[in-house]
């Protein structure tokens, strides 16, 4: 069964001080468990992992990995495991060519599936009463005809985007692996069934311009309780997911959503979870010392790092593909066939999975991946962000110890991103590369070196408000960003190295598109303004364009073509699509198009 966390936090609201009062000691207690869980329910159990799973997946029952370890079990895993015994197939792992080659394989492995898995969204049921029939009355002053039939579509789409988690997950959790949370959420579409992290920033974007601030608060009470359980918020909430989260933009969830509504409980739910979410990821493994240049001063950054070192269950076949193309035999893994696949998991921790900023300099090749070696600057700047509001909301809850704490903690952490990622002379940050002689980064203060190749994520550090203002530092980015070539037609591309990689040229992803338009208005003066107009309403014609050829909101587009998907990566580009609906909506309502 499932292993579950403590959460010692004490919540500020518990004894907040009123007026006048002196500040209560549970505003400094807010120290969570954070030992780590593994989800062993479901078929990502680890008897049916090297088994069932890798069989499935090299025989290529279905054509996507991801479909078989979202298959709800008829039986408990142990059950299910002797009846797959029974079969007497051969060792997927030893004996690939088998599984890839016997029709008759392939045939029984189908009835078995038939038989012991039952169809992918059965732990999942709809949601009624959330959305209402019609949009906000803001959207009657979109002017263009056809913007106007999108939007409102796209108001709708929440209907059918919008899920919970059916009461039997929680009833015999073995059989899934769905985590059970409380509340309904908005998935993005299509193969991702289940909520993801940092996708739910742009979706409660998309809900807040809709006025569905209730479900935006169902979906960070959800979070809330992930961090209870889980110590953190996972990838998504599925048991393969629990090895890692991604991008940390919950502080940020909160705060447009308190900002919306005016709510201070939602500051008072929130503020434990965030606290333990902070000490999640500036504690080792995620953390690591730093030296500056000249050895004189050391930081403290923090990295992607996956809690997992084996083929990831949801693309079992592509990371063993990935392992062979090494030169690793995945039959017999090796130290440095584990780290191959730590770095994988970690690339997909980062939500650029995958992308040339993981690999090897000028390799396009994914089996070169070292994501736990980079400190990456928009993961350092996320974090800046969440010390930020962490200390904004502390003092709302007159928490002024832990206010003062956060408050020295995004100090040191802007002087950590001055000092060794910003380059004054390109005008952006750049990701840190660890020095391949201070192996795991564990051991002591690392020695990095930038990486100097232009990513649009170079820029975040404006949206998590890094640079004031207005300042000599914001201008000078904004001037690289304008010189940089990732401007074109059909919107901001992921880089400038076509790799076959989907976060990498020529696609377009919306939530760069957003995080960009922000940080730019965030950087102030009128040709940040500008920069940002034109990325908003490059994207909005490009996401238009599209739906108006295709009828679909895609979950990436075309740098070079507008009205086109994106493509490349390990899956075939999907639709909904959660974030794409957000960031555009979003967009609509901020620049009155």
Not at 274 to 297: C, F, I, M, N, R
Not at 308 to 324: I, K, L, M, Y
Not at 575 to 590: C, K
Request: proline share 7%.
């Amino acid at each position: 069964m499932r292993s579950m966390i403590l959460f010692s936090a004490i919540a500020c609201l518990a004894t907040l001080p009123g007026p006048g009062m002196a500040q209560g000691d549970a505003c400094v207690a807010l120290t969570p468990d954070t030992t780590g869980v593994v989800g062993n329910d479901g078929i990502t159990n680890p008897l049916l992992l090297n088994t069932l799973v890798a069989g499935v997946d090299e025989a290529l029952v279905f054509p996507d990995s991801k479909t078989i370890v979202d298959m709800p079990l008829t039986a408990p895993p142990s059950e299910v495991y002797a009846a797959y015994a029974e079969l007497g197939l051969p060792d997927p792992l030893t004996d690939i060519e088998a599984f890839q080659t016997n029709a008759t394989i392939n045939e029984t492995l189908q009835e078995f599936v038939a038989t012991w898995l039952t169809e992918p969204g059965t732990d999942l049921a709809n949601v009624t009463g959330l959305v209402g029939p019609n949009p906000p009355e803001w959207f009657e002053t979109i002017e263009d005809p056809n913007l106007k039939r999108w939007a409102d579509s796209l108001y709708e789409a929440w209907n059918l985007l919008t899920r919970q988690v059916a009461p039997n997950v929680s009833m015999d959790t073995q059989l899934y692996t769905m985590l059970p949370v409380p509340n309904p959420f908005v998935v993005p579409g299509a193969r991702f069934r289940e909520v993801y992290y940092w996708d739910s920033f742009f979706v409660i974007q998309g809900l807040l311009a809709s006025n569905l601030t209730t479900l935006a608060e169902n979906i960070l009470d959800n979070f809330a309780y992930l961090v209870q359980t889980y110590g953190h918020i996972p990838n998504g909430i599925r048991t393969y997911y629990i090895n890692r989260s991604q991008p940390p933009l919950f502080s940020e969830m909160v705060r447009i959503v308190y900002e919306a509504s005016g709510d201070e409980s939602v500051l008072e739910r929130a503020l434990p979870a965030l606290l333990a979410e902070h000490a999640y990821w500036t504690s080792a493994p995620k953390q690591v010392e730093v030296l500056s240049p000249d050895g004189s001063t050391t930081y403290n950054l923090s990295r992607y790092y996956a809690d997992w070192d084996t083929p990831r269950p949801e693309s079992f076949r592509e990371d063993q593909e990935t392992a062979r193309k090494a030169g690793f035999d995945p039959a017999a893994p090796t130290a440095a066939t584990r780290q191959l696949y730590r770095d994988l998991a970690s690339g997909a921790e980062s939500g650029w999975d995958y992308s040339t900023r993981w690999l090897a300099e000028n390799s396009t090749d994914l089996s070169t991946i070292r994501t736990t070696r980079v400190l990456p600057a928009d993961l350092n700047a996320f974090l800046y962000q969440m010390e930020r509001n962490i200390a904004t909301f502390a003092d709302a809850l007159a928490c002024a110890d832990v206010a003062d704490r956060f408050d020295a903690a995004a100090k040191a952490r802007r002087e950590a991103l001055d000092a060794l990622s910003w380059d004054p002379a390109a005008g952006q940050w750049y990701d840190l590369i660890i020095d391949a002689e201070d192996g795991d980064g564990l051991a002591g203060p690392v020695s990095v070196a930038p990486n100097a190749v232009v990513f649009p994520s170079n820029w975040f550090p404006l949206y998590a408000g890094v640079a004031e203002a207005g300042s000599v530092q914001a201008a000078a980015a904004v001037a690289a960003f304008n010189a940089s070539g990732l401007l074109m037609e059909g919107g901001v591309p992921a880089s400038l190295v076509e790799s076959g990689q989907q976060w990498d040229y020529p696609n377009v992803w919306p939530p760069i598109q957003g995080l960009l338009v922000q940080g730019f208005r965030n950087a102030g003066g009128a040709e940040a303004e500008a920069l940002a107009q034109t990325i908003a309403e490059t994207y909005v014609n490009q996401a238009l364009r599209t739906w108006e050829e295709t009828g679909a909101n895609f979950e990436k587009f075309n740098s070079t073509l507008v009205g086109r998907p994106g493509g490349g990566g390990e899956y075939a580009v999907v639709t909904g699509f959660g974030w794409t609906n957000g960031v555009a909506l979003h967009l609509i309502q901020q620049y009155d198009l």
